[in-house]
């Protein structure tokens, strides 16, 4: 992924669409999502994380989908901290 050019690398995004919870939640499938938002540009590592915001609970408590919301936290939240607010009430919530 990381060797990609821009427009590879925006393919390979839009590819992930619709399929982001499914690979959060796998073993292998994490790794990609993690991978993916290291190296695509900012709207899709908002796009790619907006498709977890009615599944932060499920997946902050999943072994897997952990990471991923770790990762969307690092990745989008620094730059879009408004944005990622759903994602800090959630852990929020869930520190209590």
């Not at 796998?26 to 790794?31: I, V």
């Not at 936290?73 to 879009?80: G, P």
Request: with cysteine; hydrophobic share 45%; net charge positive.
């Amino acid at each position: 992924m990381e060797l990609g050019n821009r427009e590879q690398k925006r393919r390979l995004a839009q590819e992930l669409v619709g399929n982001v919870l499914p690979l959060t939640l796998q073993m292998y499938g994490c790794r990609v999502i993690q991978k993916a938002l290291e190296v695509v540009e900012r709207d899709q590592q908002a796009a790619i994380c907006g498709e977890l915001h009615n599944q932060v609970l499920a997946c902050v408590k999943d072994q897997n989908g952990n990471h991923v919301i770790q990762k969307c936290i690092e990745k989008v939240c620094s730059w879009l901290l408004i944005s990622c607010s759903y994602l800090l009430t959630f852990i929020l919530i869930l520190l209590g």
